[in-house]
């Protein structure tokens, strides 16, 4: 199993970024992605979610309106573009593939990519 985040980067604020998670080794369309976060200090944040079949999507509050969640079950890849990009920006970005089922919880990472928002 495979979760490889690409297209991190030192960006300018106001720039854009996208990010790409690319996944194999278990069947990408029967899982949830999200795309978290972490700065420095902080704790893990939920960033974005997507449902398994793309038809609802969630973002947090403080990224709307600036970043969409999309993904392509036939390239099994989740993207992350991101918009208008502010320092509070900055972080660790991860990849996450979440199952739910009655009685079955599983879950699988990428090792992150690095957003920096700095002029």
């Known amino acids: 199993v495979q979760l490889v985040e690409s297209g991190g980067g030192l960006v300018q604020p106001g720039g854009s970024l996208r990010l790409s998670c690319a996944a194999s080794?278990?069947?990408?369309?029967?899982?949830?992605m999200n795309w978290y976060r972490q700065a420095p200090g902080k704790e893990r944040e939920l960033v974005a979610g997507?449902?398994?079949?793309?038809?609802?999507?969630n973002l947090v509050n403080s990224v709307k309106g600036r970043f969409t969640i999309s993904r392509d079950n036939a390239k099994n890849t989740v993207y992350l573009q991101m918009n208008s990009l502010k320092p509070e920006d900055t972080a660790v970005y991860y990849c996450?593939?979440?199952?739910?089922?009655?009685?079955?919880?599983?879950?699988?990472w990428g090792q992150g990519t690095q957003v920096t928002v700095s002029s």
């Open positions: 996450n593939a979440h199952l739910f089922l009655p009685g079955l919880i599983n879950d699988y």
């Open positions: 080794g278990f069947t990408f369309s029967s899982y949830d």
């Open positions: 997507i449902t398994r079949d793309g038809s609802s999507a």
